[in-house]
């Protein structure tokens, strides 16, 4: 789970002493379900099993003691806040959140001299963590530089964005860089399932139906601590009228937003998609853009969103507008950068562009004209004159020896056969005359004809 603390709330006063630091240490009863649900130690975590495996550097910076500097890239919600906390709460560090929004380069010096003076003094190590880092400019992450090198503190930093784009050089090398998976349906569903039955949590009060279990499933889209900040208005709802089930019917109005009916391993998922590319395909925009929140809504991955896009681009619009795959890699790359919510506007933009693009499935046939005469084993000889002549007695076998620079002839088109004989005349790629494709098929036909002579 991710930024499952009031920053504000506690944030320890310097100077730091000892247990003041540890957000392990100010859970009250009153505290939101997310927070008096964090995990306390590393076994706890839901999802991420890549760091909590044995041996992992995470593991050793908790358990061994070692003083490592980490850099959590990841998704809201899947435990960089709360990796901090473990690191601080297990470990008998002090621990001091310094904001990346609010602070500028005299807290983050003060911050790091308070650590040092401590370490050296009375011997304690300082967690210094650091939400959000890719919002310091970069004068504010020089500022950390010392205390990291040093190891006058163990940095945590977390990010949302590409550390690589986002962070400055000295501080990548210098820190341990772990990359957070989003978390899974199975993995919210667990955190939902320990918040029913743990003392911490609602202690067995109320139980939850499956398809309303589903709807905060979908609702979370990967985000544990909006799973249980939903979680708990629906069991607000649900005390409310005195009831120990949480419904379908309490969780939709709990949360304000009606049950998509969409199940990512079903018929749904499969149906949904399908419709989308086909109203692209269409030309469709407006079917488009319907069948593309409908996913958003139910929580589908983006990425898969994306992969569509980008196949689609190639296969029902090709060259007739060129630049429709350039839109839908952009899109992708922006899901990777940005994430969600945010990254639905790129999606919808690649969307709308790839509606009104004109099409053409041109790219795909001629793929799949070539793959077919390869598997009916119209392989042949690559001519003579095309094969490599770069090693000694290579022109006494004759290769390359007829061979026309391209660039030497009219036009830099050669008139010579690149094609083994075997299929010497197939013609794989057909053109449409629609969009831009039409130039492309003028141009095309003239070259093919220049040539093979004809």
Sequence with gaps: ??????????????????????????????APLAVRMRPRTLDELVGQPQLRAEGSPLRQLIEGGKALSLLLWGP??????????????TTDRAFVEVSAVSAGVKEVRAAIEQARSDLTHRGRETVLFVDEVHRFSKAQQDALLPGVENRWVT???????????????????????????????????????HALSDERGLGGALTLDDDARDHLVRLAGG?????????EAAAGAAGVTGGAVIDLATAETAVDRAAVRYDRQGDQHYDVISAFIKSLRGSDADAALHYLARMFEAGEDPR??????????????????????????????AVQLIGMPEARLNLAQATIALAVAPKSNAVIKAIEAASADVRA????????????????????????????????????IAEQQYAPDVIADAEYYRPTALGAEAAVKERWERIRRMIRGR
């Excluded at 789970?1 to 100077?15: G, I, K, N, W």
């Excluded at 007695?393 to 391209?406: F, I, M, V």
């Design 304 to 333: 898969f969103i994306a992969r569509r896009l980008v196949v689609l681009a190639s296969e029902d619009i090709g060259l007739a507008d060129p630049t429709a795959l350039t839109t839908a890699v952009a899109a992708a790359q």
């Design 223 to 231: 985000d544990a601590r909006r799973a249980l900040t939903y979680l």
């Design 76 to 89: 809201p919600g899947t435990g960089k806040t709360t990796i901090a906390a473990i690191v601080s709460g």
């Design 155 to 193: 940095l945590v930093a977390a990010t949302t964005e590409n550390p690589f784009f986002s962070v400055i050089s000295p501080l990548l090398s210098r820190s341990l860089l772990l990359q957070l998976d989003p978390l899974t349906d199975a993995d919210i569903a667990e955190v939902i399932g």
């Design 377 to 412: 084993g119209k392989i042949g000889q690559v001519p003579p004159h095309l094969r490599d002549a770069h090693y000694q007695g290579s022109k006494a076998l004759g290769h390359g020896t007829s061979y026309t620079y391209s660039h030497d002839a009219p036009y830099g």
């Design 1 to 30: 789970m991710d930024e499952l603390f009031d920053a504000e709330a506690l944030r320890p006063a310097p100077p730091v002493t000892p247990g003041a630091g540890s957000l392990q240490a100010n859970t009250h009863a009153s």
